[in-house]
């Protein structure tokens, strides 16, 4: 990622996303959210600040929504999806939604698709951040815009990139497991191989793990990569890694599902809680692990935000306007993409309250199922 001062006065500010204080409240902070985001776009269009217009302001819009996972369960996906297409229909927009478990195959499929549906912009989660430079440019040819969320697309020209601060996410890896485990064996699991997010997140890891493995404080055993973000791979590859050594003293895991294969086989050794384990996500199921102590840290990344924001910057950049960021991302196009960053938030045990409870991300019930006696 690389700063660069964008210019120019026809701009739409990007609207900020709402911290929720509680489930209830989740809603009606959305719902205000996209309300100001939609005033902001009609004061913007009505002052003429704007590029030539691809849909006017009375027409309706139609957002085409891809996403290919490697499994239909994904806890995280399913909040976007359901964020983006609330906050989207509030600023006027319907949204198309495809969804697979199947790979970049199905996932070109789908976009092609949605072009056939007459769409106005295009939102893609890439299954592969290589391989849809074809369909992508395809569409920018048609003149649709098309927002990278959350993953880079490299290797094509696109108009916006939405995500979070992925480099900062493996720095608070980092950080957690070195505070925990000063001096000792560490083993790295990282993502998959087709997503640059991968990279990103092993590069802020590295950077804060570098300095410790120079003097020979950490020792990095191991080091394996994931051809796709999947628990059972994850639970097969780390397994071989165990049926070799089991002496660790902390495990990077590149997300929650992959943590939870870690923290299942080490509980096949009796070694959960005795082992500094990390993940990304607040999967529900990690937050769980964190409170009963087998899961150091997870990363929470506020969903809420992100979705809320690329709704808008989806609506803006349909109508025809510009989103103004200072940030830019390289994603080997030759031309720099706009980059939209959302940051995220370390959580231990002790911050669970002040962060995905706070936030109504997971109830407080939920997080301490197995510890009825913290529910307040």
């Given at each position: 990622m690389k700063e660069s001062r964008r210019n120019g006065d026809c701009s739409v500010p990007l609207c900020p996303g709402a911290v929720f204080k509680c489930a209830a409240l989740q809603r009606a902070a959305l719902k205000r959210t996209a309300l100001l985001c939609a005033a902001l776009l009609i004061f913007f269009t009505a002052t003429g600040c704007r590029r030539e217009k691809k849909v006017a302001q009375d027409d309706s819009i139609t957002i085409g929504f891809s996403i290919a996972t490697d499994t239909f369960i994904l806890e995280r996906w399913n909040k976007d999806i359901k964020i983006f297409t609330g906050a989207a229909r509030d600023l006027g927009a319907e949204v198309i939604v495809q969804l697979s478990a199947g790979g970049t195959k199905e996932q070109i499929a789908q976009i092609n698709f949605m072009l056939d549906k007459d769409i106005d912009v295009l939102v893609v989660i890439a299954h592969d951040s290589e391989m849809l430079s074809g369909v992508v440019k395809k569409a920018r040819d048609a003149k649709i815009p098309?927002?990278?969320?959350?993953?880079?697309?490299?290797?094509?020209?696109?108009?916006?990139?939405?995500?979070?601060?992925?480099?900062?996410?493996?720095?608070?890896?980092?950080?957690?497991?070195?505070?925990?485990?000063?001096?000792?064996?560490?083993?790295?699991?990282?993502?998959?191989?087709?997503?640059?997010?991968?990279?990103?997140?092993?590069?802020?890891?590295?950077?804060?793990?570098?300095?410790?493995?120079?003097?020979?404080?950490?020792?990095?055993?191991?080091?394996?990569?994931?051809?796709?973000w999947s628990f059972d791979e994850a639970l097969e590859k780390i397994g071989e890694v165990f049926s070799e050594d089991v002496d660790f003293d902390a495990i990077s895991c590149a997300n929650d599902q992959i943590a939870e294969a870690a923290i299942q086989l080490l509980s096949e050794y009796r070694l959960a809680g005795k082992v500094a384990v990390v993940g990304q996500d607040a999967d529900i199921g990690a937050c769980q692990k964190v409170v009963e102590g087998t899961q150091l840290m997870t990363v929470y990344k506020p969903i809420a935000k992100l979705a809320n924001s690329a709704a808008a910057i989806a609506v803006a950049l349909a109508r025809g306007m510009q989103v103004p960021t200072e940030l830019s991302a390289d994603n080997k196009s030759g031309s720099m993409i706009p980059f939209y960053i959302q940051e995220p938030q370390p959580v231990y045990r002790e911050t669970m309250d002040t962060t995905v409870i706070l936030d109504g991300f997971h109830s407080r019930e939920d997080v301490y199922r197995n510890f009825p006696g913290q529910v307040k």
């Amino acid at each position: 990622m690389k700063e660069s001062r964008r210019n120019g006065d026809c701009s739409v500010p990007l609207c900020p996303g709402a911290v929720f204080k509680c489930a209830a409240l989740q809603r009606a902070a959305l719902k205000r959210t996209a309300l100001l985001c939609a005033a902001l776009l009609i004061f913007f269009t009505a002052t003429g600040c704007r590029r030539e217009k691809k849909v006017a302001q009375d027409d309706s819009i139609t957002i085409g929504f891809s996403i290919a996972t490697d499994t239909f369960i994904l806890e995280r996906w399913n909040k976007d999806i359901k964020i983006f297409t609330g906050a989207a229909r509030d600023l006027g927009a319907e949204v198309i939604v495809q969804l697979s478990a199947g790979g970049t195959k199905e996932q070109i499929a789908q976009i092609n698709f949605m072009l056939d549906k007459d769409i106005d912009v295009l939102v893609v989660i890439a299954h592969d951040s290589e391989m849809l430079s074809g369909v992508v440019k395809k569409a920018r040819d048609a003149k649709i815009p098309v927002i990278a969320y959350d993953r880079l697309i490299m290797g094509v020209q696109i108009d916006a990139y939405v995500s979070f601060n992925n480099r900062e996410v493996g720095r608070l890896f980092g950080r957690a497991l070195s505070h925990a485990v000063p001096e000792g064996r560490y083993l790295i699991v990282n993502g998959s191989v087709h997503d640059n997010n991968s990279y990103e997140v092993n590069a802020g890891l590295h950077e804060i793990l570098d300095p410790l493995i120079a003097p020979g404080k950490v020792h990095i055993v191991r080091e394996i990569w994931l051809d796709e973000w999947s628990f059972d791979e994850a639970l097969e590859k780390i397994g071989e890694v165990f049926s070799e050594d089991v002496d660790f003293d902390a495990i990077s895991c590149a997300n929650d599902q992959i943590a939870e294969a870690a923290i299942q086989l080490l509980s096949e050794y009796r070694l959960a809680g005795k082992v500094a384990v990390v993940g990304q996500d607040a999967d529900i199921g990690a937050c769980q692990k964190v409170v009963e102590g087998t899961q150091l840290m997870t990363v929470y990344k506020p969903i809420a935000k992100l979705a809320n924001s690329a709704a808008a910057i989806a609506v803006a950049l349909a109508r025809g306007m510009q989103v103004p960021t200072e940030l830019s991302a390289d994603n080997k196009s030759g031309s720099m993409i706009p980059f939209y960053i959302q940051e995220p938030q370390p959580v231990y045990r002790e911050t669970m309250d002040t962060t995905v409870i706070l936030d109504g991300f997971h109830s407080r019930e939920d997080v301490y199922r197995n510890f009825p006696g913290q529910v307040k």
